[in-house]
């Protein structure tokens, strides 16, 4: 009786949880859920940092600056950008969680079995930086229009998001609208991606290693999505610092000032040191807890669709 050749190894099928169409668009969907509601919850945070970046001389700290903007121009002021901030977001995390997993298995499957776990960081940075370039192309009209209405001085730009839309489609000879910032933005957010999805994934695991030294299954839930959210918090803190220059030079481009000046203009400017550390605590703080809350997102709805939490040894 013949005896049926082994089927060759596959990253889609090597885990408890086949990776499917199914799965991959739960993945997708958790991803919107988890990228667009966070960013739209922490507005106030971003419309702060923006102008802490694009005017540190008027808006010197987080509170200060807060209390600055509503005094000037009302209490709705810091919600100036939502609704770009969630759509741009939300189309974001689409591509940003669900081509992950699709670029992870298809790279480990290139690599094969022994070397998608000898070299799994490696895939886990290639696997976000491919994602996130595709993310990018979508977040960056949205992104431009928010930090245009968000750094215009009060009453220059339209803050409804119909008009801003129309006035950046309008002057798109000045603001470069729709892809304008997408060099700086990639300079921005691949690092960024990279470095919050190899630092998550690496946290998990040293948690599984060292501290929780049972197989994962074997732990609650509750205990999964707490590994969950200490591990993304511990991601966003780097992501934010490794990011921060290039997330300062896009904030300057929506800065009436600086039309028509290059990145590299920008950059000189200002200077290096106001690059990486202006706005720089605010944003810490703002991307520590959005990563952490969106790994917890993220996992909380795969554990719902029976997915199970992203990451282990």
């Known amino acids: 009786m013949a005896v049926e050749p082994a089927k060759p190894w596959n990253a889609r099928t090597a885990g408890v949880v086949p990776h499917d169409f199914s799965y991959y668009s739960k993945c ?119 930090v245009k209405v968000q750094t215009s001085p009060h009453g220059t730009f339209p803050t409804a998001f119909g008009s801003a839309l129309a006035a950046m489609s309008a002057q798109r000879a000045e603001t470069r609208f729709p892809f304008g910032s997408l060099v700086p933005l990639w300079s921005r957010q691949i690092p960024y991606t990279v470095a919050k999805f190899y630092f998550f994934e690496k946290c998990v695991q040293l948690f599984y290693t060292h501290v929780f030294t049972q197989p994962k299954e074997t732990y609650s839930k509750l205990t999964q999505l707490g590994v969950t959210f200490a591990s993304g918090y511990s991601a966003g803190v780097i992501c934010a610092i490794v990011s921060h220059p290039a997330d300062s030079i896009v904030s300057q481009m929506g800065k009436a000032a600086n039309k028509g000046k290059s990145f590299g203009q920008i950059a000189s400017e200002v200077g290096v040191v106001n690059l990486c550390t202006k706005g720089l605590g605010t944003r810490v703080l703002m991307i520590g807890t959005l990563t952490g809350l969106q790994w917890w997102i993220y996992d909380t709805f795969k554990t719902v669709m029976g997915l199970g939490t992203t990451g282990g040894k």
């Not at 290639?126 to 229009?145: K, N, Q, R, V």
Request: aromatic letters at 10%; a positive charge; hydrophobic letters at 40%.
């Open 28 to 146: 997708v969907l958790g991803g919107i859920l988890a990228c667009g509601l966070t960013h739209a919850a922490v507005t106030p945070l971003d419309v702060t940092k923006c102008n802490m970046q694009v005017n540190p001389q008027k808006y010197r700290g987080l509170v200060s600056g807060l209390k600055l903007i509503m005094a000037e121009e009302g209490s709705h002021a810091i919600w100036k950008g939502v609704t770009p901030t969630l759509l741009g977001y939300s189309a974001q995390g689409a591509f940003k969680y669900g081509l992950y997993e699709v670029f992870k298995d298809q790279y480990s499957n290139i690599a094969g079995k022994e070397n998608a776990q000898k070299y799994k960081g490696l895939i886990w940075c290639l696997g976000s930086a491919s994602a996130e370039f595709f993310a990018d192309i979508a977040l960056c009209p949205l992104e431009m229009i928010k």
